[in-house]
């Protein structure tokens, strides 16, 4: 049994029903995939990095700006407490 490209063959018809079912199945994938990945790979790849690179940043940030009020609130209790030990050892 040879495949023919004579359509005018019971054979070659099967052969080319098959060939265009299974091109067609093949580029249905392929377009499919090289959508999803243009469409929704590639944009939120970017959108993570920065996502990541905005957090980061603002983590520090807070960190510094929390590490800044803490030696502040503790120069406070410094200069709170000097004046009532001076009081009580006048007394």
Do not use: C, W
């Not at 067609?24 to 499919?32: E, G």
């Not at 959508?35 to 993570?48: D, K, N, R, S, V």
């Amino acid at each position: 049994m040879i495949f023919s490209t004579d359509l005018t063959k019971p054979l070659s018809r099967v052969g080319l029903a098959i060939n265009l079912v299974l091109l067609t199945a093949l580029f249905y994938v392929v377009s499919a995939a090289s959508y999803h990945y243009m469409t929704e790979t590639l944009p939120h790849q970017g959108a993570a990095h920065q996502t990541a690179e905005l957090a980061a940043q603002t983590a520090e940030k807070t960190f510094e700006k929390a590490k800044k009020a803490a030696k502040e609130e503790e120069k406070a209790v410094k200069k709170a407490v000097k004046p009532a030990k001076k009081g009580a050892k006048r007394r």
